[in-house]
C-alpha cells in the first residue's frame, strides 16, 4: 500500500498493523473452534500465545525502523522465548 511513515514520507509499505490484525481474527476462529478440545485447563491460553507469538515473530521483519540483538530484532527475540516456553509446558502437562 502507498503509505506514509512517522516524518510525512510517502512509499509503499507493508501494513504491518493490519497483517496483525488479521492474525489475531484468525487465532480468535481457531480457539472458537477448539474450545471443547482442551485437555488441560489453560491448554487454549498457551496455543493463543504460541500462535501470536509466532506471528510477532514473522511480522516484525516487516517493520521498518527496529533495535537489533544480533540478527534478531528485541521483540523477535522476546517472541521466540514466548514460544518455547509454552510448547514446554504443553509438551509437560500433555
Same mark, same amino acid.
Given at each position: 500500500?502507498?503509505?506514509? *511513515? ?6 509503499? !509499505? ?5 497483517? #496483525? ?26 496455543? =493463543? ?10 511480522? #516484525?521483519?516487516? !517493520?521498518? #525502523?527496529? *533495535?537489533?540483538?544480533? !540478527? ?9 522465548? @514466548?514460544? @518455547?516456553?509454552?510448547?514446554?509446558? @504443553? =509438551?509437560? @502437562? *500433555?
Amino acid at each position: 500500500m502507498y503509505l506514509p *511513515d512517522h516524518k510525512g514520507v510517502w512509499q509503499r !509499505r507493508i501494513p504491518t498493523q493490519l497483517l #496483525e490484525a488479521g492474525w489475531g481474527i484468525l487465532l480468535l476462529f481457531a480457539v472458537i473452534s477448539l474450545w471443547n478440545l482442551s485437555t488441560f485447563p489453560g491448554a487454549i491460553f498457551l496455543s =493463543v500465545l504460541v500462535g501470536y507469538s509466532l506471528g510477532r515473530f514473522v511480522f #516484525e521483519w516487516t !517493520r521498518l #525502523e527496529q *533495535d537489533r540483538m544480533g !540478527r534478531l530484532t528485541v521483540h523477535q527475540a522476546i517472541s521466540f522465548i @514466548l514460544v @518455547l516456553i509454552p510448547l514446554i509446558l @504443553l =509438551v509437560k @502437562l *500433555d
